[in-house]
């Protein structure tokens, strides 16, 4: 998955034409809405943190820069305007290339390793964690096997092999509800996300927007066999292992394991809540009325607009999204969207600490 996702010759993203025509995201429906309310949120985590100059936000997987861009636009006018130091991470050298194009004012860089610790700093992704490869797990009984990618009469093939320990870990933790012959995917990569987000800053927020939910629902009946899709052209299909670097392979983000992950890390989980009430709070609901008011307003501007406020916060679409905010040693009670106390999610959600 990894190969056919990130080889930089064949890999999915490293194949730069291919990517706008197989997937969309909340950064893409509108040139400038998602970075503008993200720039409120951050206008809340700033203060959060206790208003640090230089103000370090660290975007992880910002594919050509585009919410960056947004981001940067929106600072204008903010009081931390002058001390944002943006960072872009992105894996995929053709897209840190166009992200330096777009946005001159921020730094890319491949991995968090090339950023220094320092004290504060604000982490922010959007689907960042649901392009991570992934490994499949499967029950067979009261045991667990690995399906791994081999050959079977000249084409790939799923074939089981005994799990390793890491992989029972996972699935004794998540997958206590998976019914036998039941599949669930194992995140690479989380860990050390949070590993580097330690070593990066002493006191943090984390923003981390993404499909999925607590592992009780992705590793539950509802997805027996999995939430592994290939997607290409929009269009999504069971094949994985189809024409490996051609489509875009995805799953479902277990936030049990990101909130896990957090705990570990030393940060509390202030917020899982879905996109469209987290952009409710941050005032999307202001963007139509003032799209109203502008004067040369055409019919077919003002649909487009109210498709992407749709878009962005309806429960059948984008706004079903999940958004989890992290904070370690900040005053999360001044995050916009953030629940009262009682309705903060704890961190222990596996349903087996085995
Ligand atoms: C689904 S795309 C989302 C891009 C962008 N954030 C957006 O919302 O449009 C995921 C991005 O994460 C990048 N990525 C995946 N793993 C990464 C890693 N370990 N470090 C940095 N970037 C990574 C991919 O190259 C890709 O550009």
Redesign the pocket.
Known sequence: MTSA??DERHGF??RAPS?AGD??????VHPTLFGTLLARHLDDVWTALGEPRPFRVV??????G??AGQIVSAARGRPWREHLAYVG????AQ?RARARTQVPTATFT???DAIDAGPTAAFL????F????VRLLQRDGGDWVELRVGMSDDSLALEPFRADVEAMAYARRYGSDVPDGGIIEMRE?VA??YADVRRIARRWVMTS?DYGGLATEMHGPRFNQGTLLAYRQHRASEDVLADPGSS?L?AHVNFSELIDAGARAGATAALLGTQGDFLTALGIGEHLPAVQRRPDLSVADYTREREAVFQLVSPTDLGRFRVLVQARDAVIDRLRGVPAAAATPQPATGKDDG
């Open positions: 996702l990130y993203y490293s990517r997937y969309f995201t909340s950064v893409t975007e992880l997987g910002c594919g050509d585009t919410l991470v992105e894996r995929s897209a491949a991995s968090l992704s959007n689907e960042l649901d392009a991570l490869p990569g050390g996300v927007i875009d995805t």
